[in-house]
């Protein structure tokens, strides 16, 4: 019993310890900073998730493969794409199993890695016989015979290196066979030992009630000879009591023949005074008995008092507590429409004045060729797809304390930093804006690599002076207005998809942070020629003391 009780706390410890490393191993990837570092982390992520939910471990998968194509890590690159069709296996997908085994094949070869070749290789050989294209099994298994033959390795130094670890693996089911058999001979003793405990147990039992009825036997054999002593002796008292009151009264007889008159008349008087006596606590026990219940009413009226209070005073907490609770929700609901000053200014005046700002970056987004992305797309999808790209960009913003979401228009979207009242500079806005590139480029290759229709979007940035406020009564807004938003959307329209384009403004005020590509001077609608700048990528010095 105790070997079966520990083998039990060991499989619950193993599970809590494995939900344990899972939930470490999400904190770490959510800190990490690096592509490498993210790319290691997704990969343990999605082996951790391989048997317990194969969505999860298929995404993280796919991050670990994103990342490590884009890295060129040719390695990490098969292991991961082996990864995701696994995930896709288990989930009974084979038509994606089957994609991403070749993905894994294909990097496997750039690397070199022949063990993954061939697990690759059998993987997809399995899958084509199971669909009965036994042509396709057979042509797989040629290429990869054709390419060892090229690259020079030995099909028979692979095949004794398999028969090796084949009986390697042999050997271990066997000492594993054996270990069970031990176990389960364990058990079967275990089982043998707790009958004849049980058995064993039953017996005891059975004697202990045994003993109980044999003890209330001779209790009663006790008691009743103790109240046969009880009664002769009380016999023998009154015998004794009854001879010495004969003996006084053969003394007494004279001598109470001649009281007899004065006791009868004692008697009289003391019969008189215990009818007086009766006849008063009978009266004081009617008082009381008026107290007593005039003192219970009371009781109970307070009771009731004191229950009422108890019930008005609970009703009071529960509502002062939904009001809180509403009150906290339109607290939220507030601040998610309108920047934290503008909302207290809001609440405690009933109105937000218009502020002027001397310097604003502006961000504008915009997707290029919308209208005929639109057209191929189901008209879910297509809100689907832009609710992800928006929520992406609003996971980006709010990175970055000084970056205030503005609207979105259609499939353009608008920000801005330095609405807080203090002088700020654009660093944080150019590099949310690089990671919005950055995030629809990943969203491209997926998208090109299952055939689908994607977003590519210009991004332009300009920062001055605007003016900023809250407009209308119902449904009101926050927003800004200005020369400087027009100028950044002048920004956005002459920029090119999958770039970010600053003005000379902007330039000016991160030149030392980041590289960027002069434009020269670019014709904007309205303003003229403008001088425009392609961020290139953050300067390294910086990127170290970030991290």
């Not at 009766?278 to 008026?290: C, D, F, P, V």
């Amino acid at each position: 019993m105790k070997h079966l009780f520990i083998l039990f706390f060991l499989s619950i410890s193993l599970a809590a310890f494995a939900q344990e490393s899972i939930e470490q191993l999400e904190k770490e990837f959510q800190e990490a900073s690096s592509g490498k570092d993210k790319m290691h982390l997704a990969y343990q992520l999605g082996e951790a998730y391989l048997r317990i939910d194969a969505d999860k471990s298929i995404d993280y998968g796919k991050q670990a493969y994103q990342t490590a194509t884009s890295l060129k890590i040719d390695g990490m690159a098969a292991q991961s794409a082996y990864l995701v069709g696994l995930g896709y296996e288990r989930a009974r997908n084979d038509r994606n199993a089957e994609v991403w085994y070749r993905s894994s094949l294909a990097a496997a070869k750039q690397a070199g890695d022949s063990d993954l070749i061939i697990k690759s290789v059998e993987k997809r050989s399995r899958l084509a016989t199971k669909d009965r294209d036994y042509r396709k099994a057979y042509q797989i298994v040629e290429e990869a015979f054709t390419y060892f033959s090229q690259k020079g390795t030995s099909i028979s130094d692979l095949e004794n290196k398999y028969e090796r670890q084949k009986s390697q693996l042999e050997k271990e089911k066997l000492r594993l066979e054996e270990e069970r058999e031990r176990l389960q001979a364990e058990i079967n003793n275990l089982s043998s030992e707790r009958d004849m405990l049980s058995t064993d147990r039953d017996r005891l039992q059975q004697r202990q009630q045994q003993l109980v009825q044999e003890k209330q036997k001779v209790e009663e054999k006790i008691s009743e000879k103790e109240d046969e002593l009880a009664t002769v002796s009380e016999a023998r008292q009154r015998a004794e009591e009854v001879a010495q009151m004969q003996a006084q009264r053969v003394k007494q007889l004279d001598r109470k023949v001649l009281e007899n008159e004065n006791v009868l008349l004692a008697k009289e008087a003391e019969l008189m005074k215990a009818n007086l006596e009766a006849e008063q606590a009978t009266n004081r026990q009617n008082q009381l008995m008026i107290l007593a219940t005039f003192g219970t009413l009371l009781a109970l009226l307070l009771l009731v008092l004191f229950l009422s209070a108890r019930r008005s005073r609970r009703s009071l907490k529960d509502k002062n507590k939904i009001i809180q609770q509403e009150r906290e929700r339109s607290e939220d609901l507030l601040l998610n429409i309108l920047p934290k000053p503008i909302a207290d200014e809001l609440k405690e005046y009933g109105k937000a004045k218009a502020r002027k700002f001397d310097q604003v970056t502006v961000l504008f987004s915009d997707f290029v060729n919308f209208t005929a992305i639109a057209e191929k797309l189901e008209p879910e999808e297509l809100v689907e797809e832009l609710d992800k790209c928006f929520k992406a960009f609003d996971f980006i913003i709010s990175q970055y304390e000084d970056i205030e979401k503005i609207k979105t228009i259609g499939d353009a979207y608008m920000c801005a930093s330095g609405l807080t009242g203090r002088k700020g500079m654009p660093y944080n806005i150019v590099r949310a804006a690089m990671e919005m590139q950055q995030f629809l480029d990943e969203q491209r290759k997926e998208k090109m690599r299952l055939g689908k229709p994607y977003f590519e979007a210009r991004i332009g940035i300009h920062t001055g002076p605007v003016v900023a406020g809250v407009v209308g009564l119902n449904k009101f807004a926050y927003d800004i207005w200005g020369d400087t938003v027009n100028l950044a959307s002048r920004m956005e329209a002459n920029g090119l998809e999958g770039h970010v384009n600053i003005s000379d403004t902007t330039y000016g005020l991160v030149k030392y942070q980041f590289d960027c590509e002069y434009r020269g001077k670019v014709q904007a609608k309205n303003k003229g020629l403008v001088d425009m700048y392609f961020v290139r990528k953050e300067k390294a010095k910086n990127l170290a003391a970030a991290s």
